[in-house]
């Protein structure tokens, strides 16, 4: 019996025991792998602007702390729910223990609808979440980030409510801030870019050209609009995107730079153009060299699995992909070539780190180094997950969650049962 329930969490369990199963993890061995160490739940009551009090419910779940502190963002969204949240913090573990970081998993947020509040609503709840959440984080207990549903101002007054607590700014105990609140330059792109790149390196490798080459994009959000204007730099034809408004189509390669102008201005893709729309249930099908699944999980089942046809799957959002549809594609691997998402949206957390880094030491890189230094990291990740893959004649994502599963395993073996 477990407190975590729902789709999402019961994908990560399925995925881990296919993991444990190819490990030989003993089964004795394996609850103290998965389940989370830690899970808050709070009460997170604000008056709304017409002068009534509502109560939202916040969460907060923390997998392991046997690496270093844990690292995760925080959602702002109706789905949220404890299930989730801890689906989310496990795959962050495997995710900063194949690329290396030190670091466990962690997420959390609000079950909210953003759209319905007010800007002054929306911070009294960020603030309140973060005073409830102060006995449990620090900047060497747990870090948080933004996600779904929060950015970097969401970020800032996080960073400025735990500082009003401690009596000094203590920048460290978010990342994903604002540049001139201590944030790093590179970070808002930084897990948009990862994508586009980990997907321009498998199309190098299997002799795809970038010039004229096309791409899918689902979810036009900050990974997803970073990934489509780095392909579109790349000398890709963007030719669909979608969010939760609709869907853009065009064979010749939509505008990125004036979509993006137009979604930093609207909020949305709507409105850009009447002529040009499309049907969101078949953008994940469409025929292109790279799709870049960036939304929401779940979305490619056995059925979207069977149907695609595309040359690249780049998993720029977490667990898009569900383990029915990971069957089909583990069959289809001379047909599409898989970069799963603990490796192809890494680069969000890995700037992350850097970004945490630089706030403890209080020395700022260029843009240029933190560029260098993530596509680095990712490089050596991808080389680790396909080495695998090849020799265990295994999926890639087997082989990067096999990666990261290893790592936590031998660190809690290390160190022991306390007490």
């Known amino acids: 019996m477990t407190v975590y329930s729902g ?4 994908m990560a369990v399925n995925q881990f025991g296919v993991i444990a199963n190819h490990l030989s993890i003993p089964m004795d061995e394996r609850d103290r792998l998965l389940l989370p160490k830690r899970a808050i739940t709070v009460s ?8 009534t009090i509502a109560v939202y419910q916040g969460y907060r779940v923390q997998h392991h702390l046997t690496l270093g502190p844990t690292k995760g963002g925080t959602r702002f969204a109706p789905s949220v729910d404890i299930g989730e949240v801890a689906a989310l913090a496990i795959w962050m573990s495997w995710k900063c223990a194949l690329v290396g970081l030190p670091y466990g998993g962690a997420k959390g947020g609000i079950s909210v609808d953003v759209a319905a509040i007010s800007k002054r609503e929306l911070e009294a709840l960020s603030r309140r979440y973060m ?21 970097e101002q969401v970020m800032a007054w996080f960073m400025d409510t735990y500082s009003m607590y401690q009596g000094r700014t203590v920048t460290e105990i978010v990342t994903g801030k604002p540049v001139a609140s201590g944030g790093t330059l590179g970070r808002r792109e930084a897990t948009g870019r990862g994508v586009a790149y980990l997907a321009k390196r498998v199309m190098l490798e299997l002799a795809l050209p970038l010039s004229g080459g096309t791409a899918v994009v689902q979810g036009f959000g900050n990974v997803g609009s970073y990934a489509a204007l780095e392909l579109h730099s790349y000398g890709l034809k963007v030719i669909a995107v979608s969010d939760h408004t609709g869907a853009l189509f065009d064979a010749n390669g939509l505008d990125i730079p004036a979509l993006m102008k ?18 969101p249930a078949e953008i994940l099908t469409l025929r292109c060299d790279v799709l870049a699944p960036c939304a929401m999980e779940r979305v490619i089942d056995a059925a979207v699995a069977e149907r695609l046809q595309c040359r690249v799957l780049a998993e720029g959002a977490n667990g898009p992909t569900t383990p029915d549809a990971d069957l089909v ?3 289809r691997r001379d047909e599409v070539f898989l970069i799963p998402d603990i ?44 080495a695998r893959a090849k020799a265990d004649n295994i999926s890639h994502r087997t082989a990067a969650m096999a990666i990261g599963v290893e790592k936590v395993r031998a660190a809690k073996a290390t160190r022991g049962l306390f007490p």
């Open 7 to 10: 789709p999402v969490f019961d």
């Open 44 to 51: 997170c009551p604000i008056h709304r602007d017409d002068g």
């Open 131 to 151: 005073q409830e959440m102060i006995p449990f984080v620090g900047p060497h207990t747990d870090v948080m980030a933004p996600d779904m549903g929060t950015n």
């Open 262 to 279: 137009h979604t930093a201005k609207h909020g949305s893709i709507k409105g850009f153009s009447t002529q040009l729309a499309f049907d």
């Open 329 to 331: 594609l583990d069959n």
């Open 343 to 386: 490796l192809c949206n890494s680069g969000g957390v890995v700037v992350s780190y850097f970004e945490w880094v630089q706030d403890l030491q209080q020395l700022f890189w260029e843009e240029e180094e933190v560029m260098r230094r993530e596509y680095k990291i990712l490089d050596r990740a991808f080389e680790a997950m396909s």
